[in-house]
């Protein structure tokens, strides 16, 4: 069975090539629609059954590499276009192509009347065939395409209603939007591209297998491994929206909302975990990064929570949200909890989903009206997208048993055993803040008075194509964390599904930090103590949110006119954008237009080519002259030309 | 040693464009129509002509094939000597594949003096082929020259506003290099005939044999004859500034034909004759050379970045493409000389589809001014698509053939012993940021946004012609970048030997050529002469 994964990512590219060459004449939003999601769907039941089958493996004897045909093979070189099938990429495939699907049945409805109907199924396959490919990959490269080729389809689908406005830092067209988020991870891909070349110069190969195998057997020098480790992380940081390229992902909700829901919080930007994931032997060998992935997670995520707790479009706190989360799995990794943090991608990806879904429910049901301060008391009209809203509210708000506290608790318990109290503070304090702006999102949206303008919009529950994927996906949000059940909570059994699961992928990784670490202790005492903490902090966040935001009242103005100077530092995202526009990209433009262009290129290369180009007509306008046809003159310089020869014969 | 078997297949495709030429000066000038198929027809031949060559080439055989040696002027030994590699196999077919396109591109375009465009048209394909195939230095110098006659013209009449500057101007640079060159290949000559019982000649492979034994001081200097000669047609920083001008007066099919094959003649010379010739003068040269294609890549996207004009926007993008491609040369890899000469096919294919894609936008609105555009896609959807496709295949989008080149190039570079020096390549690689910056923004004012401008209102998306000018080029840019073995693997014997050359020369050893040649028996080598 796992010989026949090819067809996994085949299935959504055949889809591409259909609704692309002919999804024009089809004329039939049903069938492309269909076309579309049964391609996607095809994909997953073909994961299935390769699960199924590495579920009757032996746990070392999961790994299969399925080699399609040869790439780049030229003098040292040698990639193949090959698929790694093994624990951690099953489990990508199963998400990416399980929500996938979900995602592309609800875009039926939600896409439902658009003109670019069919384009927009077309990016959608393509971008799950690019996604399917970046973390099938068993080399570096295949798996770059895959990087490259999700930022691609996110390019073409932020700026997929390419005619409208999008209010954003220099921000003007959803295609400014899309433009940022393709560069930005350009810049991160420039540090993928350069660490692919020295894990080459070091091992000779861009296998991860050879790589990683080679790495734990040899060890690597340390400055090179820290190297490496550090230009891939700037790689994470683009795709996954970390300090210092975050500042793309709340402007890429330009894109249609199952856009958002697919790429910008389910699969793509938890690309940066994969990498990490898949080479954790390479990041376990350097502290430096891993600390430095620790800090930046860290600080992601309480940078992203606070501006979360402002903003009032309804898919810009989601998208900070997301930032914020994603600095959670950043945290995992950096204190090499790698399975709490694949855990975490797991959970986030069912109730990230959901809620923007359930928020492009929302806006579908509003006239595309995306300010929550204009909506309250909507869970009267759309019942159902209500309650799912709320089931993925309390989900990633970390409630138990809801699947979010599982993974997040997972995440800071191992910040306090491996990190420190000060980190899981520090986490703690992330998690207040997601479940207070969470709360106040749902409150905002759904309670209060309704603060719309009735004449002109009319608020409706959406269509079963929409709401059938919000319930799926609310459900997997309850009890998708039992997958992951610590034994603090199993009364001894050993019950954490996915860890076993996991586990020889990250063994070597594990093995190398227990050995300059030295294994922590494990008290489970302790364990509940934190657990309890951090579970009463999040219901202090809901009930905080619930005191200020349930009933509409003046308390929130007047608590932003208390603190004027720091809503105003979180209402404009702390300046990021501003200062990233200050700084590099206008001194950049200023100094190719002025100095580059005008002055070196115009001025200095021209000038010496055009004056040169002068002189040398003006010298043979001079010389001209001598050709005057007076035979005389043409006499006396022949006398003097022959006296001068005379006089050097004589002389020299 | 070279290989003559089936030689006259060679013959055939580099002679009919010149047949072409000739028929072309029969017709009379008011047949535009007949002129126009002509033209097409025997560029589409010229096509086909050279196909059996691309299957009939043997990957494994060191050494040129289809080899011709005809006396030319006696006294010079001068001679009639033409043959391919796998380098020069590529660039044939890239020509020979560009023409029928860009004869196509000018059907409409082109409103005066058919005749005359269309035979320089025929006499600049005949120009080019025959410098890739010519191996004597004087028969390649004359192909060299002969193809500064149509290009001036191409410019200089159906040119823009500023064309007569900008004609000038390409060739007064193009001169300046070619008679150092020329100095360079009589020195050469003269270098045979001062040998004891030597006598002046022009023969490459000859020239070739020789080479390694001229002083060292001497070399130098004809290495930097040779190398300013081809560094000028690159172009390489800072030799570029013909290259903008030429491009935003020349006609649509001139600028694909020049940023097609014309810039390839130079990065081509450079292998074959700087690296052939001069392996230990290039070792002194690799690394100021490398710094140029640094600055080049990252200073041609830094003013590709501020330009208004869309063409001139894609011009200095050029300027920064062929920075990688010199780059890999100058790694002497493998991997950098491979990507190099599939980077050459590369941005002749993307770069050439960028300039049909801006032509088609000229002929619509006969300016290219990006702020007289914005929200095109809406009216022209396909184009949309394809302008999208050239634009990704530019900046290197990995499954498109751009990201071959440059990875190849760049990781070469990284790799390379003869550079030692990985921050060539780590400069170098932010100029794929930087095209992702100058390409993407200009796309967005012209495609996205509304069209405001009432001018747009009421443009017609691709027409039939236009459609299928772009999609063969589609077809190679995908083919490349999804399965380029069929591409690289030509080439492959070739670079490897090369590289194990000159790394034998410098370093005394080398790994390469790692692939065998096949053995061929020896009477097949007495045939060929030599």
């Known amino acids: 069975m796992a010989e026949l994964i090819y067809l996994v990512p085949l299935l959504p590219l055949i889809g591409f090539f259909i609704i692309g060459f002919f999804g024009k004449k089809l004329h039939n939003e049903k069938l492309i629609g269909g076309i579309a999601s049964a391609a996607v769907g095809g994909a997953f039941l073909v994961a299935v059954g390769i699960f199924m089958q590495l579920l009757g493996e032996a746990p070392e004897a999961r790994t299969h590499i399925i080699r399609l045909f040869p790439w780049i093979h030229t003098g040292a070189l040698s990639i193949d276009i090959a698929y790694q099938v093994d624990q951690l990429s099953i489990l990508y495939t199963l998400i990416i192509t399980g929500i996938g699907t979900l995602i592309h049945i609800y875009s039926i409805g939600y896409m439902h009347g658009d003109k670019s109907f069919p384009r927009f199924f077309a990016y959608l396959n393509l971008f799950v065939f690019m996604m399917l490919n970046l973390v099938l990959a068993n080399n570096f490269v295949l798996t770059f395409l895959g990087w490259e080729g999700v930022g691609l389809c996110s390019y073409l689908l932020i700026g997929f209603w390419y005619d409208r406005t999008f209010e954003g830092s220099h921000i003007v067209w959803t295609g400014d939007a899309a433009k940022k988020a393709f560069i930005v991870n350009r810049i991160g891909d420039f540090g993928v591209l350069i660490a692919m070349f020295l894990i080459f110069w070091r091992f000779g190969s861009l296998d991860y297998a050879t790589v990683n195998t080679m790495a734990a057997t040899q060890g690597v020098d340390a400055g090179l491994i820290t190297a490496i480790t550090l230009l891939l992380f700037l790689g994470c940081t683009g795709k996954s929206a970390q300090i210092p390229l975050g500042v793309w992902l709340p402007d890429a909700m330009a894109g249609p909302t199952p856009v958002s829901a697919l790429i910008h919080a389910a699969t793509m930007v938890t690309a940066g975990i994969f990498l990490i994931a898949r080479n954790s032997t390479l990041f376990a060998l350097s502290h430096t990064t891993m600390a430095v992935i620790t800090g930046v997670g860290i600080t992601t995520a309480l940078i992203a929570a606070t501006v979360g707790i402002v903003q009032n479009d309804i898919k810009k706190v989601l998208a900070y949200s997301t930032v914020s989360q994603l600095g959670f799995m950043f945290i995992a990794l950096g204190v090499g909890a790698y399975t709490a943090a694949v855990f975490h991608v797991m959970t986030h990806a069912f109730f990230k989903a959901l809620l923007f879904l359930g928020s492009g429910s929302v806006i579908h049901g509003m006239h595309e009206e995306q300010d929550i301060q204009k909506m309250g008391g909507l869970k009267k009209y759309m019942p159902q997208t209500y309650i799912t809203f709320l089931l993925g509210t309390i989900a990633i708000a970390g409630i138990f048993p809801f699947a979010g506290f599982f993974s997040k608790d997972e995440i800071l318990w191992y910040a306090f055993l491996n990190g420190s109290p000060i980190l899981w503070g520090a986490g703690v304090l992330a998690a207040l803040f997601t479940a207070f702006y969470m709360f106040r999102l749902l409150y905002l949206t759904f309670h209060g008075e309704e603060r719309f303008d009735h004449h002109h919009v009319h608020p409706h529950e959406s269509p079963a194509t929409m709401t059938i994927p919000l319930w799926i996906l609310a459900i997997l949000s309850v009890f998708g964390g039992f997958l992951g059940i610590p034994k603090a909570l199993s009364f001894g059994a050993d019950i954490n599904l996915l860890e076993h699961w996991l586990h020889p992928i990250f063994h070597d990784a594990h093995e190398i930090l227990a050995k300059s670490h030295g294994e922590h202790a494990h008290s489970l005492e302790l364990e509940w103590g934190l657990m309890a903490g951090s579970l009463g902090i999040a219901v202090i966040g809901i009930l905080f949110a619930t005191s200020l935001y349930k009933k509409s009242s003046s308390k929130p103005d007047e608590l932003a006119a208390k603190n004027k100077g720091l809503y105003s530092l979180l209402w404009n995202k702390y300046w990021v954008d501003e200062i990233y526009h200050a700084v590099i990209v206008r001194p950049t433009y200023t100094m190719s237009l002025e100095a580059l262009w005008k002055i070196f290129d115009i001025k200095v290369i021209d000038g010496i080519v055009n004056g040169s180009a002068r002189s040398i007509a003006t010298w043979a306008e001079s010389i001209r002259k001598i050709q005057s046809g007076i035979a005389q003159n043409y006499a006396l310089l022949m006398m003097i030309g022959i006296v001068g020869i005379i006089a050097w014969m004589v002389l020299g | ?530």
């Open chain 2, 1 to 530: 040693m070279p290989h003559t078997d089936s030689a006259g297949l060679l013959l055939l495709p580099l002679f009919l464009p010149l047949l072409g030429f000739l028929s072309i000066l029969f017709i009379d000038r008011e047949q535009e129509k007949a002129i126009k198929y002509v033209t097409l027809i025997f560029s589409m031949l010229t096509f086909f002509a050279s196909l059996p060559l691309w299957f009939m080439f043997n990957d494994g055989l060191d050494g040129f094939q289809f080899y011709t040696n005809i006396s030319w002027i006696p006294s010079l030994d001068a001679g009639f000597r033409t043959g391919i590699d796998g380098m020069s196999l590529l660039l044939v077919l890239l020509t020979t594949f560009i023409m029928p396109i860009s004869i196509l591109s000018s059907f409409e375009s082109i409103k005066k003096k058919h005749k005359e465009y269309y035979a320089m048209l025929l006499l600049l394909e005949f120009g080019m082929l025959g410098v890739f195939v010519s191996l004597d230095t004087m028969l390649f110098y004359v192909f060299w020259e002969l193809i500064l006659i149509p290009m001036y013209f191409l410019i200089g009449i159906w040119g823009g506003k500023d064309r007569i500057y900008a004609a000038v101007k390409f060739f007064l640079y193009t001169l300046v290099g070619s008679l150092l060159m020329l100095i360079a290949i009589v020195w050469m000559g003269l270098y045979a005939k001062w040998l004891p019982g030597g006598h002046f000649t022009t023969d490459f492979l000859i020239l070739k044999q020789l080479a390694p034994g001229i002083p060292l001081d001497i070399q130098i200097w004809l290495f930097l004859a040779f190398a300013l000669s081809f560094c000028i047609k690159v172009p390489l920083f800072p030799f570029h500034t013909w290259l903008p001008d030429a491009h935003v007066q020349a006609p649509t099919a001139g600028s694909v034909i020049l940023a097609g094959v014309l810039l390839k003649m130079g990065t081509y010379g450079l292998i074959r004759f700087n690296l052939e010739l001069f392996p230990q003068s290039l070792h002194l040269f690799a690394q100021p050379l490398a710094w140029l294609s640094v600055i080049g890549i990252i200073y041609g996207a830094l003013v590709a970045m501020v330009q208004t004009d869309i063409k001139k926007l894609v011009a200095y993008s050029s300027v920064s493409h062929l920075g990688f491609v010199v780059l890999g040369i100058v790694s002497v890899t493998p991997e950098g000389l491979q990507g190099a000469i599939i980077q050459m096919v590369n941005h002749g294919l993307s770069t050439g589809m960028l300039f049909l894609c801006v032509g088609v936008l000229y002929e619509r609105r006969h300016t290219r001014e990006i702020s007289e555009f914005g929200g095109i896609t809406k009216v022209m959807p396909k184009f949309a698509v394809m302008f999208t496709i050239a634009m990704m295949a530019s900046v290197g989008l990995p499954g498109l053939n751009g990201f071959i080149g440059e990875y190849l190039t760049l990781f070469g570079s990284f790799q390379s012993k003869f550079l030692n020096n990985p921050w060539f390549s780590i400069f170098s690689a932010s100029g794929v940021i930087f095209a992702a910056v100058y390409l993407l923004w200009m796309f967005q004012r012209v495609m996205f946004g509304t069209n405001d401008n009432p001018k747009n209102h009421t443009l017609t998306d691709l027409t039939r012609s236009e459609y299928w000018q772009l999609v063969p080029l589609v077809i190679f840019i995908v083919w490349i970048g999804v399965y380029p073995k069929t591409f690289l693997s030509r080439s492959e014997l070739y670079a490897q030997t090369l590289v194990g050359s000159i790394e034998k020369t410098v370093f005394g050893t080398s790994a390469y050529p790692k692939i065998k040649a096949i053995e061929v028996d020896a009477s097949a080598v007495k045939k060929a002469g030599h």
